[in-house]
């Protein structure tokens, strides 16, 4: 079984610019959930959807957002970054009713 | 909201000696709590969980205990070994309705050999 997959590893922008990371779920998962790790930091929770709609929200501000598509897939993105968005995102995926979340490897962004 | 406390935040260990890592919660309601581990560059890994139906559960070398009543939980690997030696994370949710899970801090183990 294919595991949470993310694309892409890396990416480098520039401040001001727009950012789009993309993840696929395990298969049979319905929900994604999107997290931010700073550099030697926790994980921050970002957003989570489930069946295509947005069921929770992290303390983010609203250039922050995403989308879940039929196939379960989602897109994280992320507008006007700013320096201090350098970071992993990462996502991960769970099945339906659980909170057992698998995560992917992540997609480190760096802003300049 | 939730809020999940975790300590201690650096822990060293002579290899095969034990390890504990604990956090307390603070939403009654929260009845799933897994433990992660993040080994340096790699991605979260679940290496254990539990629900709040049982107070202790055991995989191999590692453990987690939940006192309800207290709310809190800890993790404890026996016999570390230098590849246990990683930030781990705990965490805890309400399975029930779309809440959110709330990790700890983490704690960074190392395992010196």
């Known amino acids: 079984e294919a595991g949470v997959t993310q694309s892409p590893t890396h990416l480098i922008k520039t401040r001001g610019q727009q950012a789009t990371l993309r993840c696929s779920p395990i298969?049979?998962?319905?929900?994604v959930y999107w997290y931010q790790q700073a550099l030697g930091l926790g994980l921050q929770f970002l957003l989570w959807?489930?069946?295509?709609?947005?069921?929770n929200r992290g303390n983010f501000p609203p250039r922050f957002s995403g989308r879940q598509f039929p196939n379960y897939s989602s897109e994280l993105n992320v507008n006007a970054l700013e320096l201090e968005d350098s970071a992993l995102y990462l996502c991960?995926?769970?099945?339906?009713?659980?909170?057992?979340?698998?995560f992917g490897p992540g997609t480190r962004l760096t802003v300049t | 909201g939730e809020n999940v406390e975790q300590h201690p935040s650096t822990l060293s260990v002579q290899e095969g000696d034990s390890a504990v890592i604990k956090c307390t919660y603070s939403?009654?309601?929260?009845?799933?709590f897994p433990w992660y581990k993040q080994e340096l560059g790699k991605r979260p890994q679940l290496i254990i969980d539990?629900?709040?139906?049982?107070g202790e559960k055991k995989d191999q070398r590692i453990a987690v205990t939940l006192n309800k009543t207290a709310k809190h939980f800890s993790l404890h690997i026996t016999e570390t070994q230098p590849e246990d030696s990683a930030v781990y994370f705990c965490?805890?949710?309400?399975?029930?309705?779309?809440?959110?899970?709330?990790f700890g801090t983490g704690t960074k183990l190392q395992v010196i050999p």
């Open positions: 991960a995926s769970s099945s339906p009713g659980r909170n057992e979340q698998y």
């Open positions: 298969s049979g998962h319905t929900s």
């Open positions: 959807y489930d069946e295509g709609e947005e069921r």
């Open positions: 939403d009654s309601a929260s009845n799933y």
């Open positions: 539990i629900r709040s139906n049982v």
């Open positions: 965490a805890a949710s309400n399975e029930r309705g779309y809440q959110k899970v709330t």
